[in-house]
């Protein structure tokens, strides 16, 4: 009996010292909490095939962007010919053209996101952790941008730089960021007072790495959140961008270009509007869902 | 007896508050330290009490510069620190480290135990290696009683007392030679306390510390801290050596603080006399005329109105600040 105490008892002690190596970071926990919700967790399936579709997708079928047919002009979804998604109203395939249209949409979304997070993120700590003066000027300036309506500043951009596609992702990047720097500003003001950024000055730490080590990682969970919600957001501002022709240049296509035309041609073949549609609503939810599961996942209340 | 390591010469710290609207906007001070001064031997505990808002903690940052003082010296080993750039006080930071009231909230949520006390490390001297950081960072997490193996976990992981206990090895890591404490163990249970009182006193007893050890809790600083000064309103009001002040307090308010102690037997607490002081904190923005302590003060006479004590030096080092004490 005590041998077997003494025995359980090492043991303990081993599996104590292993527990001890390694924490569990909030990082940790909250992708743990993030994969319970199946919202969000179907959300980030869901995201995913289509964005493999969008890559594996235009390959399987037998047309390409640029195959136009006079023969196969506004057919229905139907399984032959291969035309799964039917054709539009010059015989392009609209299975080739929905899943380029998600290729151009999501790239879109996220590097646009991606500028706008870096700016944002950049420009919103700093003005937060300098406070001040510093920090009145820097937002007084966003309120100017603020002020700027989105549509005049990309036709200024467009018309003095010509229509292509990087420069859609540049316009959207440098308005969306504006909320981004706000957000970020709200969040570092809250968390400048911390003890923990006051222990960091007091050991010496210069001021970059404390906003580096210190305010960004406490400021990033509603950041994430909010970029989540941002994807879709830039999906919508570039297609409403291509809607009014701004946007990506024909052959090359977005959703935003699909649901344009397929509006034109609602009574005829409503399949052109309803299917990229479809993927935009479906791709909107996805991001939505996601958004949600980080908020509750990163919300510390929670904890 | 030693050299003081710091030198504190009439310290002020005012904040400007705006006051008034749009059109008579007026700006006024608020005098949260006016005018202190003490100095801090090597090796010595300075305790600080008084009650809440009497500007402690402005004391303690004003002394490492984390709130740049109105006016006043502080002369740290001959060097007045208010006058650095902020770059060379940057450097300086390593002879002076702070520990804070609340353990959880002074550590970085984000960063597990060895990258908080690797911090300091890296911020004063880039050079340094790896590995000798962690050698380090081992040595004094032993030191103040943490597992070297809990060097990964994050501070949510640990109690009240645990994160103290990182929150000192922080401060300790680079060997400073003085240490704020503001209040450090009233966020911890008092078994708890005791802990981290006496870990305190080792390492200042191995280390050689100079400690400033902020505090309202008298039993605390009694066991703890040489000498103890007396802040109300942001003034000193008295400074002595532990066992005088405690044995024989000569002013009113200090009177008044430490007959507010309880005494842990029912008996004498029942019969002791307790000076009760009325009233609140005047504010520090509209300080009364002349002693700030005469609006509570049981004993104040005209002459406490129209006049500012002086502070008097005693034969054996103890200051005090009030007309009356040789009467009282």
């Known amino acids: 009996m005590t041998l077997f105490q003494a025995q359980s008892e090492s043991q303990l002690q081993l599996m104590d010292a292993a527990a001890r190596l390694k924490g569990r970071s909030l990082w940790q926990d909250a992708a743990e909490r993030f994969s319970k919700n199946k919202a969000a967790m179907g959300g980030v ?22 195959d136009l047919s006079w023969e196969s002009i506004g057919i229905a979804p139907t399984m032959e010919n291969s035309h799964w998604f039917g054709t539009d109203d010059t015989g392009r395939d609209m299975w080739v053209l929905t ?26 700590a700093t003005a937060g952790y300098v406070g001040g003066r510093t ?27 010509g229509r292509n596609i990087y420069l859609v992702f540049v316009a959207i990047g440098c308005v969306e960021w504006l909320t981004m720097a706000r957000i970020v500003r709200g969040q570092t003001l809250s968390v400048k007072r911390k003890e923990y950024i006051e222990a960091a000055l007091a050991s010496g730490v210069r001021t970059n790495t404390i906003i580096r080590r210190h305010v960004i990682p406490n400021v990033i969970g509603p950041v994430i959140v909010y970029v989540t919600l941002l994807v879709p957001t830039n999906i919508l501002v570039e297609s409403y961008l291509s809607f009014l022709g701004l946007g990506v240049q024909e052959p090359l296509t977005s959703w935003g270009v699909l649901i344009s035309r397929g509006a034109n041609a609602l009574e005829t073949a409503p399949w052109l509007l309803l299917i990229p549609a479809t993927f935009l609503a479906i791709t909107m939810f996805c991001f939505n869902f996601i958004g949600d599961g980080l908020r509750d996942a990163l919300d510390p209340k929670d904890r | 007896m030693s050299t003081p390591v710091l030198k504190v010469e009439n310290l002020k710290v005012h904040f400007p508050i705006k006051s008034g609207g749009f059109l008579n906007a007026r700006t006024l001070p608020l005098k949260a330290v006016d005018g202190v001064s003490f100095n801090v031997d090597a090796g010595e505990c300075l305790g600080v009490v008084g009650e809440s808002g009497c500007g402690k903690s402005t004391l303690g940052r004003a002394v490492l510069q984390l709130i740049k003082p109105t006016a006043g010296k502080v002369v740290w080993m001959g060097e007045n620190l208010c006058d650095l750039s902020h770059e060379t006080m940057r450097q300086k930071r390593s002879d002076l480290q702070l520990v804070f009231q609340d353990p959880l909230s002074s550590l970085n949520p984000r960063l597990t135990v060895a990258e908080i006390i690797r911090e300091p490390l890296y911020a004063t001297d880039a050079s340094m290696t790896r590995e000798e950081a962690d050698t380090r960072i081992a040595a004094i997490m032993t030191a103040v009683g943490l597992l070297p193996e809990m060097r990964n976990r994050y501070p949510h992981e640990f109690s009240g007392g645990q994160c103290q206990r990182i929150a000192i090895a922080r401060a300790m890591v680079l060997r400073p030679k003085l240490i704020v ?39 605390v600083v009694r066991h703890l801290c040489h000498r103890v ?9 008295e400074m002595a050596d532990r066992d005088s002040l405690f044995a024989k307090p000569l002013h009113p308010y200090t009177q008044a603080l430490i007959s507010a102690v309880p005494i842990p ?6 019969t002791k006399e307790a000076v009760i002081l009325s009233g609140d904190l005047p504010s520090p923005m509209n300080p009364p005329s002349g002693c700030v302590f005469r609006t509570r003060c049981p004993k104040a006479t005209p002459v406490c109105i129209k006049d500012a004590p002086a502070i008097e030096t005693l034969d054996n080092g103890r200051q005090i600040a009030c007309h009356h004490w040789r009467t009282l």
Not at chain 1, 46 to 64: C, D, E, K, Q, R
Not at chain 1, 140 to 161: E, G, K, Q, S
Not at chain 2, 229 to 237: A, D, S
């Open chain 1, 135 to 161: 920090d009145n000027l820097m937002m007084r300036f966003v309120d100017v941008l603020y002020a700027l309506p989105l549509l005049f500043f990309i036709i200024i951009l467009v018309t003095v730089f």
């Open chain 2, 265 to 270: 037997d029912p008996a004498k607490e029942r």
């Open chain 1, 45 to 66: 399936i869901v995201l995913g095939l289509i964005a493999i579709m969008s890559i594996v997708g235009p390959m399987i079928s037998p047309y390409t962007l640029e």
């Open chain 2, 181 to 219: 404490c503001d209040e450090p163990v009233s966020a911890l249970d008092v078994s708890i306390q005791a802990q981290i009182i006496n870990l305190l006193r080792r390492l200042q007893k191995e280390y050689g510390l100079s400690l400033i050890f902020i505090s309202h809790d008298l039993s």
């Open chain 1, 99 to 124: 899943w380029m249209g998600a290729r151009v949409s999501l790239t879109i979304g996220v590097m646009t996101t991606f500028i706008a997070l870096l700016i944002g993120v950049a420009y919103g």
């Open chain 2, 229 to 237: 000064m007396v802040l109300y309103l942001g003034r000193m009001m």
